[in-house]
């Protein structure tokens, strides 16, 4: 974050309306770390997958994650209709998958998943080989806010990594590797 954000945020900077501005919002939302995740889908509608920190359990009774998904994303429909999505949680070392499922090699759909190992979990949703965990969900239902879609997945399997690994993590606009627990 530069320091004119930084100023902005400390001033409490609010456009004439009184409605934050989308620049300050966005500067705050990066002092937020978060973990960086591939979420597949695969069904009818073809094999889609893109990466995302907005990822975040609602509750584990019935398991319960939610996914905030742009709703102008080229892999936005097909999800959706496949009805089906698996959220891959990346190591510390799984950076270049990040990238490229973020779509910043120009790679597009399936064509994203070439060259990374992967199986399919119960849902017919890939799973990425090496991911911290994978949640296989069946999608529960999905609400428009603004140019989002938060598509909320019921958990039907969990495919656990490796028991070591480093998380990799969002967090200033840039990747880190947070070291993992004892378990
Ligand atoms: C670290 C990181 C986190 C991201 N988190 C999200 C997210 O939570 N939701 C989202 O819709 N896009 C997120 N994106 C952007 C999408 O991955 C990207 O816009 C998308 O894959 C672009 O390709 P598409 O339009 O072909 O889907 C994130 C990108 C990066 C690099």
Known sequence: ??????????????????????????????RLAAAVSVITSDGPAGRVGFTASAVCSVTDDPPTVLVCMNASSA????????????????????????????????????????AHPHGVAATGAPVLADALVALDCRIERVVRVGTHDVIFGR???????????????????????LPSAAR
Do not use: W
């Open 1 to 30: 974050m530069g320091l004119e954000e930084t100023a902005a945020l400390a001033t409490g900077a609010e456009a004439p309306d009184g409605a934050v501005e989308r620049a300050d919002f966005r500067a705050a939302m990066s």
């Open 75 to 114: 892999q936005n429909r097909a999800l959706i209709e496949n009805g089906v999505l698996c959220v891959n949680t990346l190591r510390g070392d799984q950076e270049a998958l990040s990238v490229r499922f973020a779509g910043q090699t120009g790679l597009t759909g399936a064509k994203r998943f070439d």
């Open 155 to 177: 958990v039907e399997a969990i495919v656990p990594g490796p028991a070591e690994g480093e998380s990799l993590v969002y967090f200033g606009r840039a990747y880190h590797r």
